[in-house]
Every structure is written in structure tokens, then in C-alpha cells.
């Protein structure tokens, strides 16, 4: 099985169904897997059960979301479709086992405040490039990390090019205003050759702790996310931050100034409108502030009622019901009246 899942990357390669490293990793990673859970036997001999015995393991072990496990159940999917196309197996056994139900994704909304903290705890220029660029651009972090100077040698503009973006879909994304300074720091230092982001490493440690940067060499995806978490923490953003929540906050943006969604869904480089969509399917949390905007129940009084050192008073307009014993009461007693 190992040999068929070589000529199945290659062909995939070949077609266009496999276009970046990361794609391929996480394809070898799943069809291995799945190889050493069945012995790495004749593929023609493959049932439902080895399938279902394969997301069942790889599910539990890494302890992965429903949406993950389905996206490994596609890669089955497609490798036994192909195998399907070359001869080798006459049914398709990974379409034989139910899909997850999927989970809507929990996506942290960044505030505007949120996202002018974040600008301004920026300590180091390294760190103003990634949150500047992933905030006011809204790269995807590969896109970013394969930033060259060329990429921004035209001024008001990013280039994503197609050996960087996602589904090599070209497109070119506005400098906006606030993000001119970082763009106009970054074609004054950085060749055309050069990568914006480069790679980094101690010198000498741990006796010296001094970051040595290598501009031929791509930053790791490992490093963008600390970067950006940690300016986050730095903040005081509760809710931890990763790079993709600044894509959102990017898109939410963009999409309060009115534009259309197809403006939206070419600046983000999306192939369909639907995955748009997803970014869009609901308000911000600043325009959710905007809109209960001085809404309440017109209760006075309201503070000093949760005040626990006032005294509560009753503001409903309602007069306090009184008992008067004496009125109802005779010289032998209370009246039956």
C-alpha cells in the first residue's frame, strides 16, 4: 500500500489536487497511518471496518474535532477514488462509512479596541510586520510567511502570487492607510529576494540569547503563532489569539464599510463565495455595541439598587401597600367587616 500511496501523491501532485507541502504532509501523514493500521496489506482487501478502525484510531489518539476527522475521511476518500480510476479496487470502501456530524467552528471576534491594542503592543518590527500584515491585509499565515520584498515593490499594493496563495489564486490586495508606514519600512530594508518574515535562531545558546535572522529563509508557521500570541497576551486579550482570528477581524472590517461580498471574497482570495459567507454569517461584536446602543428596561434608580451600600427604593411608580390595624379594629376587637 505504501508504493500505491507514492503513485497516488504523484498523480495528485501532477493534477493540481495537491498544490503545497502542507497539503502533502497532511496527506502522507493520514494514508500512512492508515497503512500501518492495516498491516500494509493488498489494498484490494480493504473493507469498511479497516476504514472505520482507521478514523477511530487516528480520531481518539490525536483527539481531533468532527470537522477534522471528516477532512481525514476525504483524504480516504480520494485515495481510494483513485484507486478506483487506475483498476486497482472496483468499490470504494471509504464511501461506505458515515461521515461525522459537523461542528460549527468557535471563532473569537476581535473588537476594534481589541484590534488597536494589538497594534499598539507591538514591541519589535518583526513583530509590527506580522500583525500589521495579517490585521490590515488579512493573509492567510502561509501567504505571509512567503512574503518576499517583491511582494510589496509596488507601492499601495501586497502581492499574494500564485507560488504563495493558497490554491495558487493570485490576487492583489490594497495597501490601506494605516498600513502604508509597515509597508513603506518594508520595501526601504527588504530586497526583492528577501523574505519579509525571515527565518531566526539563538545565537550561541544559552549563553547568548542574541536572535541572528536568516532573509533567504522562510519563517516557521510555529513561529508566526507565537509571535502573534504573544502580543496578544501582551494586550491583555483574554481570549487566546492566533493568526487566523486576525483574517476575521480583517474580513469583519472590510465588510462594515459597505463593500460588496464579492469585493470581500476577492480580497481574501476565496475560490467560492460560500466559504465567504462563513467569515460573514454574523454580526461583530462592535456592530452588535452599535445596534443595542442605549437600549434597557428605563428603570431608575438601576445603580443604586446594585449598589449594596445604597438602600433599595422602589421605582415602579407603585405605592407600597400600608396595613392599618387600628382601622379595622373595635373596642372588642377586630371588626368581621
Wanted: glycine share 6%; charged share 30%; hydrophobic share 35%.
Amino acid at each position: 500500500m505504501t508504493e500505491q500511496i507514492d503513485l497516488y501523491v504523484k498523480d495528485a501532485k501532477a493534477l493540481g489536487r495537491i498544490r503545497s507541502l502542507r497539503t502533502e504532509q497532511t496527506y502522507r501523514s493520514v494514508l500512512l497511518r492508515h497503512a500501518d493500521l492495516v498491516g500494509n496489506r493488498d489494498m484490494r482487501t480493504i473493507g469498511r471496518d479497516d476504514i472505520k478502525r482507521t478514523l477511530n484510531e487516528i480520531s481518539t489518539r490525536q483527539d481531533v474535532s468532527p470537522n477534522t476527522r471528516n477532512t481525514y475521511h476525504a483524504i480516504l476518500t480520494a485515495f481510494y477514488t483513485w484507486a478506483e480510476q487506475e483498476g486497482i479496487r472496483t468499490s470504494n470502501p471509504a464511501r461506505q462509512v458515515r461521515r461525522a456530524r459537523p461542528e460549527e467552528p468557535v471563532i473569537y471576534r476581535l473588537t476594534q479596541d481589541e484590534a488597536v491594542r494589538l497594534l499598539l503592543a507591538c514591541n519589535s518590527r518583526r513583530e509590527r510586520r506580522i500583525i500589521n500584515i495579517l490585521l490590515l491585509a488579512g493573509l492567510r499565515n502561509q501567504e505571509l510567511r512567503g512574503l518576499r520584498g517583491e511582494h510589496l515593490a509596488r507601492p499601495g499594493w501586497i502581492w499574494v502570487s500564485r507560488d504563495i496563495a493558497k490554491g495558487k489564486r493570485e490576487r492583489w490586495v490594497p495597501v490601506l492607510q494605516q498600513l502604508e508606514p509597515v509597508a513603506s519600512e518594508i520595501r526601504d530594508n527588504v530586497a526583492p529576494d528577501e523574505y519579509v518574515i525571515a527565518h531566526r535562531q539563538v545565537i550561541d545558546p544559552p549563553m547568548n540569547t542574541t536572535w541572528r535572522e536568516d532573509p533567504q529563509r522562510p519563517a516557521s508557521p510555529q513561529a508566526i503563532w507565537r509571535t502573534v500570541k504573544d502580543v496578544g497576551r501582551r494586550a491583555n486579550i483574554a481570549h487566546p489569539i492566533h493568526p487566523h482570528l486576525l483574517r476575521h477581524a480583517y474580513a469583519a472590517m472590510i465588510r462594515d464599510s459597505q463593500v460588496g461580498i464579492d469585493t470581500v471574497q476577492a480580497l481574501l482570495g476565496h475560490k467560492d463565495i460560500t466559504t465567504t459567507m462563513m467569515y460573514l454569517d454574523r454580526p461583530s461584536p462592535d456592530e452588535l455595541a452599535i445596534r443595542t446602543l442605549g437600549l434597557g428596561f428605563g428603570t431608575q434608580g438601576l445603580s443604586s439598587a446594585n449598589d449594596p451600600s445604597e438602600p433599595v427604593k422602589a421605582t415602579t411608580g407603585i405605592e407600597p401597600v400600608v396595613e392599618d390595624n387600628e382601622a379595622n379594629t373595635g373596642p372588642d376587637g377586630p371588626s368581621d367587616e
